[in-house]
């Protein structure tokens, strides 16, 4: 582990989060979003349903967490950039850990200020944010997994909106008006948004054992990409 790399990639991407359009317009959504769905509530003189708090959650995850990092390695594989800042393994390591840094502190505040857009705090228990850690790092490693692969801009915009809408929004599966045994619901109930919903409804330990099953592939997934990017450097 070099710290020196670590902290270079987290200084360059800093600037690239607060100077690049398409990042800036994915850190706006959530709480664009939440400013919404919090709007109409108090228009209506309704209290906020908790499941959009989670859609909010699950958008700030995928979004933010997942295609942030996918489009900027995306970005730098089109251009040849990459190659030319990685040189070795361990270069690439080092920088897969600076930008999680930076990418994983940027969803804390996204995800903090979308919540309070909407009143939605109170919500938060410690068991939930346990959870909530479990998931960020499952979205981060699924932005880490697909950004190495994705070489073009345009193909990181599909990896990117296929974990939005089947990963990230997966609780709007609630308001589709189904089935609880229809296949889209059973589906949808193994995803990670889906296991904070059970974990805030004190659904036990199963919702925890599904987060680390995701976090073991997720890893394992990031680890080969990795092992196959190391190989064109």
């Given at each position: ?39 109409t509530a108090?228009?209506?003189g ?18 933010v ?55 939605g ?7 939930l ?8 790092i ?18 990181s ?24 045994d229809?296949i ?40 080969m ?7 064109t450097?």
């Amino acid at each position: 582990m070099n710290t020196h790399k670590i902290r270079a990639t987290i200084y360059r991407d800093i600037r690239e989060f607060f100077t690049n359009y398409a990042v800036l317009t994915l850190l706006v959504m959530p709480p664009a979003m939440a400013l919404l769905y919090g709007g109409t509530a108090q228009k209506s003189g309704a209290e906020m349903p908790e499941i959009m708090i989670f859609v909010v959650l699950g958008t700030t995850l995928s979004a933010v967490t997942t295609n942030i990092p996918l489009m900027l390695y995306a970005e730098e594989n089109e251009h040849g950039l990459l190659k030319l800042v990685m040189h070795t393994r361990s270069d690439l390591v080092n920088g897969m850990l600076g930008r999680s840094i930076v990418t994983l502190l940027i969803t804390a505040a996204v995800t903090t200020v979308s919540l309070v857009i909407m009143n939605g705090t109170g919500i938060f228990s410690l068991p939930l944010f346990a959870g909530l850690i479990l998931a960020a790092i499952i979205f981060l490693n699924l932005g880490l997994w697909t950004g190495l692969y994705a070489k073009l801009q345009s193909t990181s915009t599909v990896y990117g909106v296929i974990i939005l809408f089947f990963l990230g929004m997966t609780p709007i599966a609630e308001t589709l008006n189904v089935k609880e045994d229809s296949i889209i619901i059973v589906i949808a109930e193994l995803t990670p948004v889906y296991q904070l919903i059970a974990i805030h409804n004190n659904a036990g330990i199963m919702p925890y054992v599904i987060l680390l099953l995701w976090l073991g592939l997720t890893m394992f997934l990031v680890r080969m990409a990795v092992s196959k990017r190391t190989e064109t450097l």
